[in-house]
Structures are given as C-alpha cells and as structure tokens.
C-alpha cells in the first residue's frame, strides 16, 4: 500500500524568508514523488518530481525538494518567498514495486506568503 | 499544444438532471484521470482510463456517475441524476506512461441546485 502525509494544512511564511512545505510518504518499493501547486480557481500544475538519481530535485518557479529515505520524507523548499507563491500544494506519491501505477495525492497545504 | 481541455468551465443545474462533462487529454498521453475536489473530502480519484480503457473506477461514488473514453481524445463524466451533494470541481487529467506527472484541466465548477 503507499500513502501520503502533509501534515500542515497551513503554512505561513513572510516575503523574503525560506519556506518549506512538509511531505512524508509510505510506500513498499522505492517511490515516485511529486509535487504540484493549485492557484485559486485553477487546476493543479507540476512542480517536480523525483524517480531515481540525486536527492535534491528542483523544479519550476524556484522551488526544490529534497528526497530522504531513512526519514521517508519530501520536503518542498524555497530560499525566498514571494507573496505570488501563495496557494495550495500538493504532494503524491506512487509506489515503484508495482500494484497501482497511480500516485496517491496527499491532502493538500495551504501556503500563505505575507508581504 | 493547449493542455488538458475542459468544458464546460461552469455548471449550474436543478437536482434530478443529467449532467455530462467534457475533457480532451494532451495529444500522445496514454493515462486519463477524472478527479472530485471538495473542501470537504479533498482531492478524489474517481476513474482512470489506460488506452481508452477504464482501469480502475472503485472511486467513483455511485451508479449515477458513468464514464466513457470513446477515443484517445475525447473523455466524458456523466451523472444521471444530480444531486446538490455532487456538487464539487471535477478535473479531468492526463500523464504519459505510468509515472509520468499529470497534467490537470482548468476544471469544471458544478453546482446542483
């Protein structure tokens, strides 16, 4: 089986500072990772993703991740925000063993960049 | 290319009518995905197609809700008859090869009134 967690349903970070939104996932191979943001009254779009290679990932509009499997966990990460960042994003993950090819998406985390 | 195509964008109707929804996949994808979102219940898998076949439909909610992928362009969602609990932003999205990322339509905002 394979699931997702994000275990904010807000973040709030100020113009400027770092921001990282939290990811832990579960899976029995090795797993397929992906992040997607949503604006409002949008549909989602795909940020980046990780299959195999180095851990750290980047990806559209700055933003990058960091793979890490002894804590089974990715973490989506900004060196600066900016208050256009501010929407909700999606993490999902899909198992690479097989079963279902489909990537389980977590519940979402509301950023909120403040100017 | 256009990206996933929706239609309509917006949908209001009276409960007990039939409502169909749209969707036209990236040209060359293989996956096609039909998703519910809801402050509620968040984002739902309801069906997904490989090669025009439906695969797995285990999330779609009741009889009243059907799907069909006549072609490798064209998808519809259909729910035969609507209730205001149905009422929710459907997304149609579509990916290449198994872990390929999804591309997502702007989404259809249906209201059962």
New interface residues.
Partial sequence: AQSVAQPEDQVNVAEGNPLTVKCTYSVSGNPYLFWYVQYPNRGLQFLLKYITGDNLVKGSYGFEAEFNKSQTSFHLKKPSALVSDSALYFCAVRDGAGGSYIPTFGRGTSLIVHP | DAG?IQSPRHEVTEMGQEVTLRCKPISGHD?L?WYRQTMMR??E?LI?FNNNVPI?DSGMPEDRFSAKMPNASFSTLKIQPSEPRDSAVY?C?SSFL??G???????TRLTVL
Avoid: I, M, R
């Fill in positions: 996933v996956y995905f968040g984002l898998l997904y797995d997304f999205a198994q872990f990322e999804q591309f997502f339509g702007p989404g």
